[in-house]
């Protein structure tokens, strides 16, 4: 185990102020993946081909050139990181957790344009990469596996390289050329060194090696270098790099042994041939870890103010229907929301108010006024505010999540934080306060585009559960009458799904949201046609959400990345 003079030893021999240099520099300075290695051959060391063609020039783009989005390299997302650190350690501890700041949602938390340069990352992953390894030393099982052949003793330079020739393969997501191999090997001295203070051994090396890669910035970041084209600012990214591009997006995780080896073996460029492990991929439970957490994050249930027994109920419900809808019978994406049945168990059915489901869990049908995922506890728990529902906030989760029309913020005067009206007033009901807004000039325009949708789901509470009056108050009797401006009336959750559904801007608009996610920011007005087309073929496949992220990973268009700026 790293004891407080080993733990200078990655410092000093991969000094941790050159991730903080690195990370301040352009995409490709701190690159070592494209590094030619003097064979002569026209490929580079990581084995994913030079990016021009066999004359030296430059590659062509795709055909739908104008389609490929500006992107930059981007960090590790907290999720994400704990998930690589699950994959390659065997860590449930989810670490990144527990020593690092959480993302900001926007509502994703994959914006590479707020992943700004910190010390107090640096430092934070210093600390985290020191736990991570001293923890998996300790447990010889996991341990074995990670290192992957059985030392003769501390000194066995054989076992200690291919440890890190594999576990660096795994953790840079490329293979390690022979310099960094060597440089890593110097720390098994380490290992070897008689300090009666110390009880060092293999391990001991071990562990310093998985500390100092876990803080590398070709770690951290997904750097996407890439080779240009003959499209000014156009560049088409490696096989590795498309590997690992596509393996977070479907996974949100690093790429596998199996999925680098199709990169190297050049299985990935032609849309064709990557196809056979983007399948492989969504087979994978990952895939579907991933999947309930885009939804979590888009429809704002991620962490909802509930008991944890409760919030694990709403989690069954909600991902039991994903999972129908998106991986099991990969219906239409619309059965999200106008779906008539949704999965409980006995105590999910007693809270709802339900008949309980036959054998104590399963699939139950809906009340009448009750259809498809807005009408989940997950959901309707979600843009809550004052301990109670916000109409406000219900309103803004429809607007922005499921049409992508923005709300534009209250001015700086307007003191949000506060419910309108008197709350105190024990003769003023939520409805009555709530028509304040439509009282004053500056605050109807927008409220006017919230506050009627939230009014119509008011009739379900903080947890989902059908009331007929105002919280506490039971001589305010809720009408539950709502309006999707624009489209028309509507009462509860079902009703709502079907103006949200005859309006035909929600279809699009989960187009927009996964591309968003898929590009790591929000795109822009003049992104418009990239979002047309994954819509348009969203449409073509029969709204298989499924096809659709087949559709967008295996596009030739995935394969290249656009330079901010051009």
């Known amino acids: 185990m790293l004891g407080p003079r080993l733990e200078l030893v990655v410092r000093r021999s991969f000094p941790i102020a050159s991730l903080s240099l690195c990370l301040g520099l352009l995409a490709g300075a701190c690159y070592r993946g494209t590094v030619d290695d003097g064979a002569g051959d026209g490929t580079d060391s990581a084995g994913s081909g030079s990016g021009t063609d066999t004359d030296g020039e430059p590659e062509l783009p795709p055909d739908d050139v104008d389609l490929v989005l500006e992107t930059q390299s981007r960090r590790m997302t907290q999720a994400e990181l704990d998930n690589t650190l699950e994959d390659l350690l065997g860590d449930l501890t989810r670490p990144a957790r527990q020593f690092l700041s959480e993302d900001e949602h926007t509502p994703f938390d994959n914006d590479y344009r707020l992943q700004l340069v910190s010390r107090t990352y640096v430092e934070s992953m210093e600390v985290l990469s020191i736990d991570v390894a001293n923890r998996l030393i300790a447990t010889p099982a996991e341990r074995d596996r990670v290192v992957g052949c059985t030392p003769t003793g501390p000194g066995d330079e054989a076992c200690f390289r291919q440890f890190i020739e594999h576990f660096g393969r795994l953790a840079l997501r490329r293979p390690l050329q022979s310099e960094e191999i060597d440089a890593y090997a110097t720390l098994q001295s380490f290992a070897t060194e008689v300090d009666p203070a110390i009880d060092n051994d293999f391990y001991t090396a071990v562990a310093l090696v998985i500390s100092a890669i876990i803080q590398d910035p070709e770690f951290l970041y997904r750097l996407e270098v890439g080779s240009p084209t003959t499209e000014p600012g156009v560049s088409k990214l490696t096989d590795l790099e498309l590997a690992t591009k596509v393996s977070y997006l479907l996974w949100g995780s690093t790429p596998d042994d199996e999925l680098l080896a199709d990169a190297e073996a050049g299985l990935l460029q032609e849309p064709a041939d990557r196809a056979a492990s983007i399948e492989r991929l969504l087979a994978d439970p990952r895939a579907r870890r991933q999947l309930y957490r885009w939804h979590a994050m888009w429809l704002g249930y991620r962490g909802i103010p509930h008991e944890a027994t409760l919030v694990e109920a709403f989690n069954r419900e909600t991902t039991a229907l994903i999972d129908r809808v998106i991986f099991d019978d990969r219906t239409s994406y619309r059965e999200l929301f106008s779906a008539g049945e949704t999965y409980v168990d006995d105590y999910l059915a007693d809270h709802y108010g339900f008949d309980r489901p036959a054998g104590g869990e399963g699939w139950v049908t809906y009340p009448s006024d009750r259809a498809g995922i807005l009408s989940h506890g997950s959901v309707l728990a979600s843009f809550s505010k004052f301990t109670d529902t916000s109409p406000t906030q219900r309103g803004i989760l429809i607007q922005e999540r499921l049409q992508c029309s923005p709300i534009p913020r209250p001015p700086p005067e307007v003191d949000s934080d506060n419910p309108p009206g008197n709350p105190d007033d024990p003769t003023?009901?939520?409805?009555?306060?709530?028509?304040?807004?439509?009282?004053?000039?500056?605050?109807?325009?927008?409220?006017?585009?919230?506050?009627?949708?939230?009014?119509?789901?008011?009739?379900?509470?903080?947890?989902?559960?059908?009331?007929?009056?105002?919280?506490?108050?039971?001589?305010?009797?809720?009408?539950?009458?709502?309006?999707?401006?624009?489209?028309?009336?509507?009462?509860?959750?079902?009703?709502?799904?079907?103006?949200?559904?005859?309006?035909?801007?929600?279809?699009?608009?989960?187009?927009?949201?996964?591309?968003?996610?898929?590009?790591?920011?929000?795109?822009?007005?003049?992104?418009a046609t990239a979002i047309d087309r994954l819509h348009e073929d969203f449409e073509a496949r029969g709204l298989d959400f499924r096809q659709m992220m087949i559709d967008l990973a295996g596009s030739e268009r995935f394969g290249f990345r656009r330079e901010p700026g051009t």
């Open 428 to 527: 003023a009901c939520k409805e009555q306060r709530y028509l304040a807004h439509q009282e004053v000039e500056s605050c109807a325009g927008c409220h006017s585009l919230m506050d009627p949708i939230g009014m119509g789901l008011e009739n379900y509470d903080i947890a989902g559960v059908f009331r007929a009056t105002d919280e506490g108050k039971p001589e305010c009797t809720i009408t539950g009458q709502g309006e999707l401006p624009g489209v028309g009336t509507f009462s509860g959750p079902r009703e709502l799904s079907e103006r949200l559904l005859e309006s035909g801007r929600v279809e699009r608009c989960v187009a927009q949201q996964y591309l968003t996610y898929a590009t790591g920011r929000t795109l822009e007005l003049d992104e």
